[in-house]
């Protein structure tokens, strides 16, 4: 009992849940993004795919790490182009385009990955971002290795939820954004177009998820494999809810998650083999269920989410 | 500056269909610096319609829009909003979940500044609040306004932006009395600083209160333009409809049968103002019972209880003098109890269906609509044509999705499908919330006609002036509690509007 209480007092155990934070945090943003405009995004899981291999790919044909980061943006960016298009000026039905767009994602991913490497068994790997220390800060005990010596695009992931929430909450376009997924109406009213509004914030949004799908490659692991984003766009929606549509909030449930998810792989190797293993596999998602119940008992989502905008309709 | 004899906006020929209705028909007119004009005409004249070609938001088929001497280009809001035009939506524009100030700077500042000057907006939103009489918390959140301070909030958005031609769709639709009188004085105000309004409206009281001239819209067309001082109500009224209106003639009838009955019921308290506490009650055929109060006091309960909605929790609800078991919708119906809902749009219709599938809603589960548990479509559409014709609805076809009607017509149609049947009980619910004059009349007819029938009907309003008109006996609902009942001329509007505040009744509500 005390052993695994211990856990939650090393740095390794937080080390290890800022680090599968740092995907979710990226998604999470992403899919927030689209949400607060009124578009539910379910291509995530799919666009998180794209990015992955897109960034992995560009690294392993000589490209640099940062450039392997942007082109998975910007592949991102482009399956958002084309959620965007279906759902927004279009008009269909953005469960069926989101999920359409997931599965052409991701096999879209698998063929490309065959087509470039049809011989290999075992993926080649890359050398992905190292750990980045920041002098001084680093050196708090516990606070230091888990939240100042992770990699850069950690670091790039917290940026992004302030500059997510900038945005939202103290510029002119986060207030149209916000509009648009409450009251589209009172945005054109005001001279803007709604469709460019949701259209940028799936492009944005889409491109945030794909660099969530990038970490995983290029900084949790060295290569890219099948199936390896394992339903962490899925989970993302689920916090997106949890944070009721804020980015702080969201922030907060995607390090929870991370930490029931580092703590269950160490209570597995303290057990060792008395517990089934599976158990302890379920624990994240389950408490991630029971505080979406407890937590979005009381979440106002936007009012015009998934309900399509068109001009001069009666 | 344009001099002031030059107009501030010219419309010429402007022409709009939807399918083969023709909501406009070639309409011109200009509007004047500094003057209000008043644009008069029943539910779907194509007021609204006009409107929304001028702000940018549809595109018209036909004609052309120009304002300060510059052509409008068609179908572009931000050109309207550039060249100071303004509009207040009859269904408000607003994002509920964002404050005043955000609400009223959106789109105001270039997208791509990297921070939002809520200061500025802050300080300006209320010099003009101030300037303007236009009272409201530029930091409070718009989901915690009322209607009142809503429409405000829009008229500010326009005046921030400093628009030069303030358009009002029906603004006084959502006001209370007092609101009203505020909104005139603002817009008063709104002229003497050189503003040039158009008001929409379709009550001949504002439009005479407010206006310097009145364009009258029917059908589509403009069937007359007046200067409000060289007109009269009756004159108005006559453009709009068509035809002299005049209040329909109320028969004495018998006092029939009991055929609704409540003793002392209550109900359980639910969303929507109060519960029903010992209400006893019983509604006669031959009788309408005028039920008037101030909304929120019960009427919602008793609706939905008549409906079927809803049970008595406590009490005896007895129908033709038997107690009636396994109270729901459907044995209301199977009782011969009509329903015309209090919202027709949320209630009493699915907007996105047809004519034909909303008007046999109530009753596609019995021949002639259902035969061997299919539907006969051929029937139901015969019962939608039948409607329409007797009902004077004006729908291009039954195959119509229901929402492109408008309000009057739409009301037409739900009191076709309620009254065909010939019911013994009606409930009517606020009937003619928002209809024009001629439609007002209309409903009224066809009550009357179903009194005259031997019907007993239930009329729940909120307009004393209907209630009077039209009842047999009066009751008044207070918290949830009635009122004694008075038989036709017994109380003046004096002594209802004293007891719809709650005196006589509110000790006896305090004891319970």
Known sequence: MVEAFEILFTASFWIAAIRIASPLIFATMGELICERAGVLNLGIEGIMTVGAFAGWMTVYSGGDLWLGVAVAALSGALFGLLHGTLTVPLGLSQHVVGIGITLLATSLTYFTYRLVLPEVTSPPKIVPFQPLPIPVLSDIPLVGPALFSQTPLTYLAFVAVGVVAWVLYRTPLGLALRAAGENPAAVEAQGISVTAVRMGAVMAGSALMAVGGAFLTMSAFNSFFFEMINGRGWICIALVVFGSWRPGKALVGAILFAAFDAYQVRLQQLTGGVVPYQLFLMMPFVLSIAALVVMSRRASYPKALMIPYRKGER | ?512
């Open chain 2, 1 to 512: 500056m344009t001099s002031s004899t030059a107009p501030v906006l010219r419309i010429s020929g402007v022409t709009k269909r939807f399918g083969p209705l023709v909501a406009n028909d070639s309409i011109s007119f200009e509007l004047m610096p500094g003057e209000v004009i008043a644009l008069l005409g029943e539910n779907g004249a194509g007021k609204t319609t006009l409107m929304n070609i001028l702000f940018g938001h549809y595109v018209a088929d036909g004609g052309e829009v120009e304002a300060f001497g510059a052509k409008l280009p068609p179908g572009d809001l931000r050109a309207a909003l550039d060249a100071g035009i303004g509009m207040v939506h009859q269904h408000f524009t607003l994002a509920d979940n964002m404050t005043v100030m955000d609400n009223i700077a959106l789109g105001t500042q270039s997208a791509w500044s990297w921070r939002l000057d809520r200061a500025r907006a802050r300080s300006r939103i209320r010099q003009l609040a101030q300037d303007f009489g236009l009272a409201v918390d530029p930091d409070r959140t718009v989901s915690a306004l009322s209607v009142g301070e809503r429409q405000r909030v829009e008229i500010l958005k326009a005046l921030y932006r400093d628009a030069k031609i303030l358009i009002l769709d029906e603004p006084t639709a959502v006001l209370t009395p007092l609101e009203t009188e505020a909104l005139f004085r603002t817009l008063k105000m709104l002229v003497a600083k050189g503003l040039s309004v158009i008001f929409i409206s379709h009550k001949l009281g504002e439009v005479m209160a407010v206006s310097d001239r009145v364009l009258v819209l029917r059908a589509g067309r403009l069937s007359g333009e007046r200067a409000t001082r060289q007109t009269t109500r009756q004159e108005l009224a006559a453009l709009m409809v068509g035809q002299e209106v005049a209040a329909p003639p109320v028969p004495p009838v018998e006092r029939g049968a009991p055929l609704l009955t409540l003793e002392n019921v209550s109900t359980a308290p639910g969303p929507g103002g109060s519960a029903l506490r010992g209400v006893s009650l019983t509604l006669h055929a031959g009788v309408i019972t005028g039920l008037a109060g101030v909304s929120g006091n019960g009427q919602a309960a008793l609706a939905a209880l008549l409906a079927g909605t809803a049970a008595p929790a406590s009490g005896r609800l007895l129908v033709g003098g038997e107690a009636a078991a396994d109270w729901s919708p459907r044995a209301a119906l199977a009782h011969g109890i009509a329903r015309i809902p209090e919202d027709r749009h949320a209630v009493g219709s699915i907007a996105d269906m047809s004519v034909t599938e909303n008007v046999i809603a109530e009753r596609y589960r019995s021949p002639p609509f259902s035969r061997n548990g299919f539907l006969d479509w051929k029937a139901a559409r015969a019962f939608a044509q039948q409607l329409i014709r007797d009902y004077d609805v004006k729908c291009p076809s039954p195959e119509t999705r229901i929402r492109l009607l408008s309000g009057g017509n739409m009301q037409k149609l739900i009191l076709g499908r309620a009254l065909d049947p010939d019911p013994v009980v009606i409930l009517a619910n606020q009937p003619t919330r928002g209809l024009d004059v001629g439609a007002v009349a209309y409903v009224h007819g066809r009550l009357l006609e179903a009194r005259a029938r031997g019907a007993a009907i239930l009329l729940i309003s909120e307009d004393l002036d209907e209630i009077l008109a039209l009842s047999d006996e009066v009751l008044v609902m207070f918290k949830g509690r009635l009122s004694s009942p008075s038989q036709r001329g017994e109380r003046s509007i004096r002594e209802l509007g004293a007891l719809m505040a709650g005196h006589g009744l509110e000790e006896a509500a305090d004891a319970a």
